[in-house]
């Protein structure tokens, strides 16, 4: 589903992450474990090429931990289109979620946390990670990184105990420290219900609490334009500097094959 029908009692939290990191998993292990309510793909494949919003029901454990003055709101959980869908257009991805952003403001509803999702494999960290991880910092914002929450995922896909705790320390003290620094929180959350409901646990006390909004959010309430934001322009600079550098492996690759024809001539 898209935009949901929200009241101004309403939260949503966000999931970011790129594509394959596990967003639509989380969600489901939330929602409904034994059925598949956001889509999912076994490979890379972009499975969300749109927003979606999906009810946490009503009868989940988690409104339990919420505080009893703010338990007349329901919350939804949002599934973003990795940056890196739409054949690299991260641009396209980022204004899905500025619209829902703009839809919960004007509904009254509140936007309760983030959450971002990163692979534990492969260990290396790439400079795409790093461009994304600038922008969720951008759309956060100084003071909402207290709702934010850094997931790592996948460590299943290796047995050996040491090896996914350099991954998780590299993660903490080098790539994340600054925004744990500013408040944001990191777990590791396997493919499991208890996992997820865990990680959703950890919002109940702040996700209904109306104090600091996403930096993206209150760009957006004085200026529309998601292009006109700071993390609009970072992705558009990232977009373009993909491109250019794929034209340029291109045009490589090209004059080569060309030097090759010319040799055998």
């Not at 620094?181 to 996700?207: C, H, R, Y």
Request: aromatic fraction near 8%.
């Amino acid at each position: 589903m898209g935009t949901p029908d929200l009241n101004s009692r309403d939260s949503i939290i966000l999931v970011f992450g790129r594509t394959g990191s596990g967003k639509s998993t989380f969600i489901n292990n939330v929602i409904d474990p034994e059925h598949e309510v956001a889509p999912t793909d076994p490979g890379f494949d972009s499975c969300t090429e749109q927003v979606g919003s999906y009810l946490v029901p009503l009868e989940h454990p988690f409104y339990q931990h919420v505080p009893k003055s703010m338990r007349s709101g329901r919350l939804f959980l949002v599934d973003t289109p990795g940056f890196d869908a739409f054949q690299g257009n991260a641009s396209r991805a980022f204004e899905e979620v500025c619209k829902m952003l703009i839809s919960v403001n004007d509904k009254g509803a509140q936007v309760g946390g983030m959450v971002y999702l990163c692979r534990c494999f492969p260990s290396k960290v790439g400079g795409e990670h790093l461009a994304d991880l600038r922008v969720f910092r951008e759309i956060c914002g100084t003071a909402f990184l207290q709702k934010a929450v850094l997931c790592v995922t996948g460590s299943n896909l290796c047995n050996r105990k040491e090896v996914i705790e350099n991954r998780l320390t590299g993660l903490r003290d080098k790539y994340w420290a600054s925004l744990i620094e500013g408040g944001a929180q990191m777990k590791l959350l396997e493919n499991t219900p208890d996992s997820a409901n865990e990680v959703l646990i950890t919002f109940a006390q702040s996700a209904f609490r109306r104090d600091h909004l996403p930096a993206l959010l209150e760009q957006l309430k004085h200026d529309h334009n998601p292009q006109s934001t700071i993390p609009g322009k970072i992705i558009r600079r990232n977009w373009i500097r993909q491109l250019t550098g794929k034209t340029l492996d291109y045009m490589r690759k090209l004059l080569g094959l060309n030097r090759m024809f010319v040799k055998s001539v």
